[in-house]
């Protein structure tokens, strides 16, 4: 920032608390802290005698301006802090990777008659979130039997706003799946429902269970035994959901306990969530640490980004060290109507239950990082192979191109990227043809390889990056049909061709006219086939959309014509 002073600016730092964010020169919020003394805090930055990390001399040395948030109390400042977190993810601050999605289901309560259905991200809106779950498989399951015992909507209608004409009862009404409250209205029993499906996915379960046994009961007593059967089998349902492993404890309190295990700059935390005595779900996160952070403050950054947005709080948290401004953090877990506290245990079976959590992080931590070693040694060979059949020194970037149509009809070519170690799809592009009429595949891939290169030459931030090799789907007539385009713009990228054989598998790569049999080479044959079936994927999802597109639109088309025949 311009006439942006550091030295003066400090000595107009309060003394309040608040949150202060550093920036680089282009404006990129590198770190967010908070201060219980803003004046004290962010002076200590540039002292020199101010003992700092490794990690923190770097980013002073990256400060070009701070500003700072004034706020009331140090609670506001630690809400504040951790949403400007989540806003900016600073490169400094200790983040939680955004390496998985773990899946969450959504109940949308703020809609008369709510839907609940599984998403793989939060929103902000007004709707309630479970999860995060450790696999779909465990919410389908989850899912299905709220839908085989409740009788909840599945369609998306806007119910909240009134329509010329009446709703209908749909298919899902007459196969007893539905209550349709688009046209019986009965707010007070489908909230009665939700409200029960609320208590089951929080693991609540036990008033659910009991009734259940009641039901199962007076049927056996009638002698109706299949009737019974089904009470039973909906019983085992739920624990199967429910009740994945027990812990032997005595207190049946709700909580999460959270273990760790660090090496050098990443930190493996494991959460266990106790409900009645039971681990409910487990979940592993991984954050990128500074190898000079503390336990505690590692922990501290993890809490403030996990529960920043939790609906539902446990009562306690179990930690594997002590955390500062622990009555802080009480606080402002506690933000519900229940107390949440923070609990260190130092001894017995709570220490027990933390240390197993712990275990059972550095065991998560070794199988992923035994996986992604296998496979980066596996890409390496690959990578090695591609530069001796090449020449290149080193490979960053392969762009692969493929063309769909429906013999000739809606020529359309996709283009799927991979950079470093996996797919870069936001770099994924599709393009529909302009000059080709019929199934022309030589001079399909020749104009999509030419507009590729033209948004290059014309410095379009969309194609700013040239890859290290062209791959493209064909053999020698493919890759022969395109060498020109590279010559008109002299450009020395390699050209290789994905064969496949007769039964659509990859066989072979093409280059300098030769094929190359790639059951020589198990990892490069790997990836090429990885590449060349997600391009195909990528046309053949394109094609369709635009297929069904134009089906759609002749429809309507027959339809108008139709009507006025008949006027």
Known sequence: MKDFN???????????????LMHKADGEVIYVGKAKNLKNRVRQYFL?????TSKIEQMVMNIDYFEYIVVDNELESLILESNLIKEYRPRYNTLLKDDKNYPYIKITVDEEFPRVFMVHKKSKDKALYFGPYMSGGLVK??????????KLRLCKLDLSKPRKQAFKTCLYYHLNMCSAPC???DTDLYRKEIDEIKKFLSGDTKDIIQKLTTEMEKCSDAEKYEEA?????????INDITEKQKI???????KDIIGMYRDKDIAMIQIFEVRDGNIIDRNNNILNIDENDSDSEIISSFIKQYYNETFFLPKEIWLPCDIEEKELFDEWLSRS??????????????????????LNAKIQYNQRVARFVREEKDLNIAYDDLKKMTGLDSIKRLESFDISNTSGVLNVASMVVWEGKGFKKNDYRKFRLKTIDGPDDYNALKEVLKRRIERFVKDDVKFNNLPSIFLIDGGRGQVNAVIDVMKEYNLDIPIMGMVKDDNHR????????VEIDLRNYKELFKLITKIQDETHRFAIEYHRSLRSKEMLAKTKIDKNSKSKVED
């Open 6 to 20: 550091i030295e003066k600016e400090l000595t107009k730092l309060p003394t309040s608390p608040g949150v202060y």
């Open 48 to 52: 020199t005698s101010y003992k700092k």
């Open 141 to 150: 399951e989850a899912l299905n039997y709220i839908k085989e015992n409740y």
């Open 183 to 185: 046209v019986n209205r």
């Open 229 to 237: 059967a089904i009470y039973r089998d909906k019983i085992a349902t």
């Open 248 to 254: 032997d404890s005595r207190e049946e309190i709700d």
């Open 337 to 358: 109507k229940k107390k949440c506290k923070i609990v260190s245990p130092k001894r017995g079976d709570k220490d027990k239950l933390v240390k197993l959590a712990s």
């Open 506 to 513: 990859t066989r072979g790569l093409v280059y300098n006219d």
